[in-house]
């Protein structure tokens, strides 16, 4: 299989690359059949969305030169060969984000962490919540409002005072962002069949972005959700790496 390496501009990263590069074979992302990505979990994000982008998607194999490095194996230059042929495989799909913005424009953006509503002012958002095509909530008043895949549950949504979602639950977190109105919703679990919708009210007076994983719209006035599993990505780990237990056990830490 012909593996293309790609690395963060860190200089832990960069210098693994080096020394990756001097122990094996290597090809460019255009013609290889998997990537190994050195760097952190933003990074890895970064080449997931890179492929996405481009149309091309491959099965990613990623080394952990970053901070917390939730979705990376272990940095090792030894026996890579031996850690491919016994890798595991996950499958993600992402979110599909439509937007419409005040002015009119038209955005359809992957995001596979989370999609996060976000008010751009002072004043609180006022956001109309729609669950395929049936209004749940006619007015919710908040700092905002997110909604994010088992991939994404343990980052921002988890902040949130969201649920930690296990990889294969076939589900996603409705997770609202310091929520004033109603009082006492902390949001819901779905099903990721569900389609949800977003309506700004009074977006004018009180505007609201809208940012799928690092990518960001500002002044959106509707925005619609669904899983896209026409871009399904696959990720490889170690088999002691076990990302299901670690994501299973983030909800006992203290």
């Known amino acids: 299989m012909k593996r293309a390496l790609l690395a963060s501009p860190t200089e832990a990263a960069q210098h693994a690359a080096l020394l990756l590069h001097a122990r094996y074979d290597w090809v460019e992302p255009a013609e290889a059949d998997m990537v190994i990505a050195l760097g952190g979990d933003g990074f890895l ?38 850690r491919m042929a016994r890798a595991k495989t996950f499958h993600i799909a992402p979110l599909r984000m439509e937007a419409e913005t005040v002015a009119g424009q038209r955005f359809s953006l992957p995001a596979i962490n989370e999609v996060s509503m976000l008010r751009e002012t002072r004043q609180t958002a006022k956001i109309e919540v729609s669950l395929n095509g049936r209004i749940v909530l006619p007015e919710l008043v908040c700092d905002g409002v997110l909604v994010a895949t088992p991939a994404g549950s343990t980052a921002y949504n988890f902040s949130a005072q969201g649920p ?91």
């Open 45 to 82: 994000l970064q080449t997931l969305h890179m492929m996405l982008d481009a149309g091309r998607i491959m099965p990613v194999f990623g080394l952990n030169l970053g901070t917390v490095g939730f979705l990376m194996n272990e940095w090792r230059e030894d026996d890579l060969d031996a």
């Open 164 to 254: 930690i979602l296990p990889l294969g639950s076939a589900m996603l977190a409705l997770t609202p962002i310091s929520p004033f109105r109603p009082r006492r919703w902390r949001g819901a679990i779905l099903p990721e069949s569900a389609k949800v919708d977003f309506r700004v009210l009074n977006a004018a007076k009180r505007p609201v972005s809208v940012v799928a994983d690092q990518h960001e719209v500002r002044d959106v006035a509707r925005v619609s959700l669904s899983i896209d599993r026409s871009s399904a990505l696959t990720l490889l780990f170690d088999p002691e790496h076990a990302l299901d237990d670690r994501i299973t056990m983030e909800q006992f830490a203290v």
